[in-house]
Nanobody
Framework: QLQLVESGGGLVQPGGSLRLSCTASGFSLDYYAIGWFRQAPGKEREGVSCIDSGGGSTMYADSVKGRFTISRDNTKNTAYLQMNSLKPEDTAVYYC???????????????WGQGTQVTVSS
């Protein structure tokens, strides 16, 4: 069964950090771009960041530039989202997804994880 599983979410204070992981099972991520998306209550899902299959090209939403870093380790079949200087407005369910090409539009993505909750609050 093809699966993506996110982990690393939780409750953090404003200004804090979290690292999310996205691990694939049942298939290799080697040839897939990975995207991170988030959805806050009452809002549409938005693209946060994406990375190409080789890890050499990345994109970020303006709202997270300079604070979030996407990376991947194909030997571990895992991608990461390092989130620093977190703000309350970063609170959302975060999803990872796999696609042929890196995009911040979710319609390009074929495989999705179940999501992990990130809550930024004092």
């Amino acid at each position: 069964q093809l699966q993506l599983v996110e982990s690393g979410g939780g409750l953090v204070q404003p200004g804090g950090s979290l690292r999310l992981s996205c691990t694939a099972s049942g298939f290799s991520l080697d040839y897939y771009a990975i995207g991170w998306f988030r959805q806050a209550p009452g809002k549409e899902r938005e693209g946060v960041s994406c990375i190409d299959s080789g890890g050499g090209s990345t994109m970020y939403a303006d709202s997270v530039k300079g604070r979030f870093t996407i990376s991947r380790d194909n030997t571990k079949n895992t991608a990461y989202l390092q989130m620093n200087s977190l703000k309350p407005e970063d609170t959302a369910v975060y999803y990872c997804a796999a696609a042929d090409d890196p995009e911040l539009d979710d319609y390009e993505y074929d495989y999705w994880g179940q999501g992990t909750q990130v809550t930024v609050s004092s």
